[in-house]
């Protein structure tokens, strides 16, 4: 795979594609929507929740975390996560200006 040469693009095109990459699976719109109904921190019944393995669910955790959309707490043995409220309204703000953007009416495409 080529080099994505991030860096000609825009901070806020870049951060819009990261976080509609996190999007992009859904098991992450399952733990996503699962933070989102606990209103908590969630420490270990995703497996049971989602119904995948528990690497599998840590790798999707890895991923939604990077992008900034949810923040894990150590407590004991296990990290325990939440919505990471500040970035989700960033997210938010950002796609909704961007999926706001008019398409033209007065001319034909292709």
């Not at 098991?27 to 049971?48: K, M």
């Not at 393995?53 to 894990?72: C, F, M, R, V, Y």
Request: charged share 20%; net charge negative.
């Amino acid at each position: 795979m080529g080099i994505t040469k991030s860096e000609i693009f825009t901070e806020e095109q870049n951060r819009i594609a990261n976080m509609a990459k996190a999007l992009g699976h859904p098991a992450r719109i399952s733990i996503l929507q699962h933070l989102f109904q606990s209103d908590s921190c969630i420490c270990g019944d995703l497996v049971d929740k989602i119904g995948l393995a528990q690497p599998t669910i840590s790798q999707h955790l890895k991923e939604l975390k990077n992008a900034g959309l949810i923040k894990g707490n150590v407590e004991g043995t296990s990290v325990c996560y939440c919505i990471h409220k500040e970035n989700w309204m960033e997210m938010k703000k950002l796609l909704n200006s961007f999926l706001d953007s008019d398409i033209s009416t007065t001319s034909e495409c292709c």
